[in-house]
């Protein structure tokens, strides 16, 4: 082995003296550029991503809120015929006009509320499911086939656009 050669003298010419040559200060240079532009895009990517979630956010609360809008309006139509209803003079109405004018208002707001996406839980003839019915009798029955049917509807049950609002009371029928 030569040892004849000094330590800081590399053979392939980087180090002289423990400095570095020209065309890797260059190079370092570059690299150096290349991490600040790409920190640089980073930083733009992540600002426009944040404006971008918050823009969607802040669209989302106005559809919201236009939707809900949209439904008090409805709403507010079914109030006006109940104040119509309510302000009839008790010497001139009769008990049928009363009844049929109680009976438009309430098919005018099922109907405002069906528009909106509110949907009756079926219980007609159905089994109890207690995913969307809350047993709250047991009616006995001799027949086996209607072990778990509905007998009678308590309450009704509602769902507003698939999600279940309120659970339909049933008594249900149970064969001993």
């Known amino acids: 082995m030569d040892t004849s050669a000094a330590p800081d003298d590399e053979p392939n010419g980087t180090h002289v003296g423990g400095q570095t040559s020209e065309g890797e200060n260059a190079d370092v240079e570059e690299l150096r550029r290349e991490l600040e532009a790409l920190n640089d895009r980073h930083l733009r990517l992540a600002a426009e991503f ?7 956010q802040s ?7 236009r939707a809900q809008a949209a439904l008090v309006g409805d709403l507010l139509d079914v109030l006006d015929d109940f104040e119509r209803v ?3 003079n008790p010497d001139q109405a009769t008990v049928e006009s009363v009844l049929e004018g109680v ?6 707001f099922h109907r405002a509320l069906e528009n909106a996406g509110l949907e009756e839980v079926e219980t ?3 089994t109890f499911d207690p995913n ?3 047993a709250m009798l047991r009616e006995p029955t001799d027949q086996e086939d209607q072990d778990e049917k509905v007998a009678q509807v308590l309450q009704k049950g509602f769902r507003f656009k698939g999600h279940l609002v309120r659970p339909a009371r049933v008594s249900v029928h149970k064969h001993d």
């Open 124 to 126: 007609e003839g159905a």
């Open 50 to 56: 944040d404006n971008f979630r918050k823009r969607s």
């Open 59 to 65: 669209e989302l609360g106005e559809s919201g809120a």
């Open 103 to 108: 009976q438009l208002v309430e098919q005018k």
């Open 132 to 134: 969307s019915m809350e």
């Open 86 to 88: 309510s302000s009839l």
